[in-house]
């Protein structure tokens, strides 16, 4: 990377000691190909697995080197040696481990994967688990990680765009939708979306007023209430961020693709926009950044890294839990903070089943 204050904020800050002890659970994509690859490149501690099904916990050992299998991870998680779980596992399962893993006193961190349950409800009831247990949790948010969104973070931390007005993000991409998912109503802005309206939180705060619209996915065979979404978010410093998620994208076989995920953000005193590489996995395609301030007039910077989000961001996910543990405070991407994340997806949910603008506070209160 070119621009060495930005290489030093996108890059995660790791824990001192890297070697704690981490029971994987689930042995699907995300885990084999994502969170294990960047446990293995960060040097982390994979020692034990297990899945649903014991020949993939299996196989994805043999491919990973992980040492322990389990047939089941109940097995998993009484065994004594595991210091940190971590779940990739279908959302409505991960209150069950969750439930069980409080028991554990050998268990000091726990790392979910998004979104943190189906529903609110049973978001907020993991929260209270681990609050009353003593064990950190973590949600893996890897947005937060993308390397373009951490410059962007940095450019908006130091003032350099000035008081943001105008965020965007534009997604013309097709996200897989796992079986799992066919048997529930909200799909994207759960499920994807998520990452973007994290993201807007990671950057902005909270946001006071949430308006969102929908229409089915004619891909999406299953029913569903959200395939192509747009929500739109006001905040008290009047900036307006809003987000297009078009996951048709492509009409299909005959048709030329055009598959991007961009993002800008335009203040009174600079603008910066990039883009997001993970649609073209399992090539590497680096997020990209550019920006243009009032700071260094009449150009633009263009700095540029070799990480990606697919598998990369995931150390930064898991780096933030391990921290969290090592110093005794709140991970950087809590369970706690991500309740609000959970509430403006409702607010979104709320505002497609109304028809109306939907005030954060009506779906936050709760969670405050
Ligand atoms: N942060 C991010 O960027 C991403 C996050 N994710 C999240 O990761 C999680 C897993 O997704 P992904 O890996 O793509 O999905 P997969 O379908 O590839 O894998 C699902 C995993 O869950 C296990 N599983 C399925 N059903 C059950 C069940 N009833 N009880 C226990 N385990 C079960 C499967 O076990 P087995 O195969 O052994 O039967 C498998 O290991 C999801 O929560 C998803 O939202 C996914 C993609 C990206
Ligand atoms: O979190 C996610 C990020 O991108 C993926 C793209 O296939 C999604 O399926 C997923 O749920």
């Not at 997604?171 to 807007?200: C, K, S």
């Not at 076989?253 to 996995?281: C, F, H, M, N």
Request: hydrophobic content about 40%; proline content about 5%.
């Amino acid at each position: 990377m070119n621009s060495t204050d930005l290489d030093v904020s996108i890059r995660p800050q790791l824990p001192n000691r890297k070697d704690f002890r981490i029971g994987c659970i689930g042995s699907g994509f995300i885990m084999r190909d994502c969170h294990l690859v960047a446990y293995r490149d960060a040097g982390f501690n994979p020692a034990a697995i297990a899945s649903r099904t014991f020949e993939n916990a299996k196989a994805a050992a043999e491919q990973r080197g992980i040492a322990k299998v389990y047939a089941a991870w109940e097995e998993l998680i009484n065994d004594p040696e595991i210091e940190i779980l971590d779940i990739a596992i279908p959302p409505d399962k991960q209150l069950e481990v969750v439930k069980k893993a409080v028991k554990q006193k050998h268990i000091q961190g726990i790392l979910c994967q998004k979104p943190l349950a189906m529903n609110s409800r049973e978001a907020s009831e993991i929260v209270r688990l681990c609050e009353e247990a003593g064990i950190k949790l973590g949600v893996n948010s890897n947005m937060r990680y993308d390397q373009s969104i951490r410059a962007l973070k940095a450019l908006l931390d130091r003032g350099d765009l000035g008081l943001p007005v105008l965020a965007t993000i534009e997604m013309r991409a097709i996200p897989h939708w796992q079986d799992f998912l066919h048997q529930y109503e909200n799909v994207e802005i759960l499920n994807m979306g998520i990452h973007h309206i994290d993201t807007f939180r990671y950057l902005f705060g909270n946001p006071l007023k949430i308006t969102a619209v929908a229409r089915r996915d004619p891909r999406t065979t299953f029913r569903h209430i959200d395939g192509i979404s747009q929500y739109s978010f006001q905040y008290a410093n009047e900036l307006l961020a809003t987000s297009l998620d078009d996951v048709w994208a492509w009409p299909g076989e005959g048709t030329e693709k055009d598959i991007y995920i961009k993002w800008r953000v335009v203040g009174l005193d600079g603008l910066a926009q990039g883009t997001i590489g993970w649609p073209s996995y399992p090539e590497r395609q680096p997020s990209t950044i550019e920006y243009t301030t009032k700071t260094s007039p009449n150009k633009w910077h263009r700095p540029t890294w070799d990480e990606v989000w697919f598998p990369d961001a995931f150390q930064g996910t898991m780096a933030q839990l391990l921290r969290a543990v090592e110093t005794d405070s709140e991970p950087e991407i809590s369970g706690r903070d991500n309740l609000l994340t959970m509430a403006v997806v409702d607010g979104c949910y709320k505002s497609i089943a109304e028809g109306r603008t939907i005030l954060f506070e009506e779906v936050a209160s709760s969670f405050n």
